[in-house]
């Protein structure tokens, strides 16, 4: 069977969604027009959005808006998250001013079994079987659910309207500090300065570390230091080069510099590191975006059905093909006639307020 990855587009109805499950990895920056609702399935992540680290944990959920730099690192192994990328002209319908939203949804310890959160996560449970179902009531469905998870949104979390300048100034800054993380991952085992970094992303000196960290929550040296970890321990785990040689290929001044970042990150030294590594068994460092296969994820969801974990994805998955057995396509005329029904009043509301 496939991967967890499936994308829906309907230009008549504005809805355009990514949706998919994937290992999270190493420290990775990046933004992008469409709004992201992530979930952490397993595991525990860090998410740094405009200056601000955020440690989410196992069925957590966080919103992450429109055209805002964000970065996540796996804190602990086999961390696995939910995400839905939806554009946010699905909104225009809505509001004139569609992408100037900004929604504010993060739960925590305290919240993430409060109504709002469940409910989110049923419903995005259930749309990940039914985005890629191939009949229209299959399809009728999806965006059924789709149009219930925003609903829930812009009620629970009433989102609101940042200015045009706000926004163009973000994705300024973005595009700055895109530049400044490209630079850093290119050429992260040559000694970098703040000259370099100016040069590339057209900001002072003075700036550059500050634009980084407003974005990032770490400056630019920080990042630097992670992305050299980052590469310096897939080294340890995958080849047999001495650690001094690993130190130096991969930008660290010397052993003892390394040693220091090391055990700043991982509380060991590289070697202590190595000694307990047995690679046959380890985890494959993750630097590129991995999907959970379809049956891995099933899988996933049986265990945490059997380690008593919250049931929304558990429950759901049992419901959503006991409903696939129901839903089938004589069911559509009716579906359909229903619809259009909606269509024409909504028309007649429409005129009314045209009339008015």
């Known amino acids: 069977m496939g991967q967890m990855y499936y994308t829906w587009k309907n230009n ?17 920056y990046n933004w992008h027009e469409a709004m992201e609702l992530l979930i952490v399935l397993k595991g525990e992540i860090e998410v740094s959005i405009n200056g601000r680290n955020y440690i989410l944990e196992e069925d957590d959920i966080i919103v992450i808006n429109s055209n805002v730099g964000h970065a996540t690192l796996a804190r602990k192994s086999n961390s696995v998250a939910m995400v839905i990328h939806l554009h946010p002209i699905y909104f225009s319908f809505y509001y004139s001013d569609y992408h100037l939203l900004e929604f504010d949804c993060m739960s925590s310890t305290q919240t993430r ?4 959160f469940i409910q989110i996560r049923k419903i995005v449970a259930e749309m ?7 009949t229209p009531a299959e399809t009728l469905h999806f965006e059924s659910l789709l149009h219930q998870l925003t609903s829930n949104l812009v009620n629970y979390f009433p989102p609101k309207e940042i200015t045009s300048t706000e926004m163009a100034s973000n994705m300024k800054k973005n ?5 400044i993380i490209k630079y850093i991952n290119k050429n992260y085992r040559n000694k970098i300065s703040l000259e370099e970094l100016s040069n590339v992303s057209g900001y002072n000196k003075s700036y550059v570390s500050h634009i980084v960290k407003l974005n990032l929550g770490i400056n630019y040296y920080e990042y630097l230091t992670r992305i050299r970890l980052r590469e310096a321990t897939y ?9 001094a040689d690993i130190a130096l290929s991969y930008g660290f ?3 003892k510099s390394f040693n220091t970042a090391f055990r700043g990150s991982f509380g060991k030294t590289p070697s202590e590191y190595r000694k307990q590594l047995q690679i046959k068994n380890s985890q494959e460092l993750i630097t590129e975006k991995r999907y959970l296969g379809v049956e891995e994820y099933r899988k996933m969801i049986k265990v945490k059905k059997e380690v008593n974990a919250p049931p929304e994805f558990v429950d759901q998955l049992q419901i959503n093909h006991k409903e696939k057995e129901i ?7 009716t579906i359909k006639e229903i619809r259009n029904e909606l269509e024409m009043l909504l028309e007649k509301l429409s005129s009314i307020e045209g009339i008015q």
Request: aromatic share 12%; net charge negative.
């Open 12 to 28: 008549k109805r504005d809805i355009d969604v990514k949706q998919y499950v994937y290992y999270i990895g190493a420290y990775h």
């Open 327 to 333: 839903i089938k396509t004589e069911d559509f005329q």
């Open 128 to 134: 990940i079987e039914f985005i890629g179902g191939n």
């Open 175 to 179: 595009n700055a500090v895109n530049k």
């Open 235 to 243: 080294a340890l785990v995958n080849l047999d080069e001495k650690i």
């Open 253 to 255: 001044s010397d052993v």
């Open 113 to 116: 079994s409060e109504i709002p």
